[in-house]
């Protein structure tokens, strides 16, 4: 179903009560009693675990398994993968500029691209009460995948031109695979660069805002959002490089002050975080839980209506449902005093 999201966001800004958006998806798989490495081969399954979560959470939003070793394999790269835990990459495709020039972009459906957009295209059949947003990893976190996070930072300073190569043919893919998230039915995509966090405004000048400027350009429109998610501790200093995005939203980790970035998020586009997903939702209690919720929001949503409760990165799958609930539970307490 389509919908103006534009609108969507507006509504939601100017509403005195505000529904939560945390990235919960992988947590679906203890309701579902199936282990992650099911749910990250199964369309079917993946869609089923969107639809659990919307009907036993008031989300604003349903957001798909935010897996971001899935479009490294498409490229190529050899993921690792263990029952209860997020797939990873291991070991470095591209590694010279020979290989950097010889990489090739693949097709929306090669690897387990096609049963993430397919399990789009089932969520949004299934969930009708909240818009779906698919996820995606940012170009220079890509790029970090294929020719390794630590190798690509000095890369960026010795073989500028050979990153730049392997950034243009990420971009390039991750459009088509937005686009094709796009025509599945979803309603807008979270977009996520935490790599670039780790650079310096020069760098994210250069290396990471220009390409995912790239894709806004060609993806978002009246019917589809893009959200940027950053969680690394250089925001702050990022910042400016991190608007020139011209993203319809922004998507903030626990390694950042709130206060630091708030006030200068335009007020007509979403600001969300922070609560942390390890420390909080994954090994605190309800009652921490409980109380980090409802100090941000006694903080931030007074003088911020665009600001948006938020877990600071995508839940981990082992995390207790009753600090979930807590999180919601504090949300609802808040804003029934407003």
Avoid at 25 to 48: G, H, M, N, R, Y
Avoid at 71 to 92: K, M, N, R, S, Y
Avoid at 145 to 170: F, Q
Avoid at 240 to 253: M, N, P, Q, R, V
């Amino acid at each position: 179903m389509k919908r103006n999201m534009k609108a969507w966001m507006a509504e939601a800004i100017a509403s005195s009560v505000k529904k939560a958006m945390p990235l919960l998806s992988f947590p679906c798989v203890s309701l579902l009693d199936i282990e992650v490495t099911e749910l990250t081969d199964s369309a079917d399954l993946q869609a089923k675990g969107m639809k659990t979560v919307a009907d036993r959470t008031p989300a604003g939003v349903a957001v798909s398994m935010m897996d971001l070793s899935v479009e490294a394999e498409a490229f190529g790269a050899q993921v690792h993968f263990l029952p209860d835990e997020v797939p990873t990459i291991t070991g470095i495709l591209v590694d010279d500029e020979e290989k950097a020039y010889a990489l090739e972009i693949p097709g929306v459906g090669d690897g387990r691209t096609g049963i993430y957009v397919d399990a789009i295209r089932k969520a949004c059949r299934l969930i009708t009460d909240r818009p779906v947003l698919a996820g995606v990893i940012g170009p220079f976190t890509l790029t970090g995948r294929l020719m390794g996070v630590s190798d690509v930072m000095i890369l960026c300073y010795d073989e500028p031109d050979m990153v730049h190569t392997v950034l243009d043919k990420a971009t390039r893919f991750l459009i088509d695979y937005i686009k094709a998230y796009k025509d599945a039915g979803a309603h807008g995509v979270v977009v996520a660069e935490p790599l670039a966090g780790l650079l310096s405004p020069a760098l994210a000048d250069e290396f990471s805002s220009p390409y995912v400027k790239r894709i806004t350009d060609n993806v978002k429109s009246d019917e589809f959002l893009v959200i940027y998610h950053n969680c690394g501790n250089n925001v702050p200093l990022m910042l400016e490089s991190i608007l020139s995005t011209d993203c319809d939203g922004y998507h903030f980790g626990d390694a950042i002050d709130m206060s630091t970035v708030i006030d200068k998020i335009p007020a007509d586009v979403l600001v969300m975080g922070n609560i942390s997903p390890s420390a909080q939702f994954l090994a605190g209690t309800p009652d921490s839980i409980r109380e980090e919720t409802l100090k941000l929001l006694k903080t931030y949503a007074p003088t911020h209506p665009n600001y948006i409760i938020s877990s600071g990165c995508d839940i981990p799958p082992k995390t207790p449902w009753e600090n979930i609930d807590a999180f919601f539970n504090a949300v609802t307490e808040y804003y029934r005093g407003v």
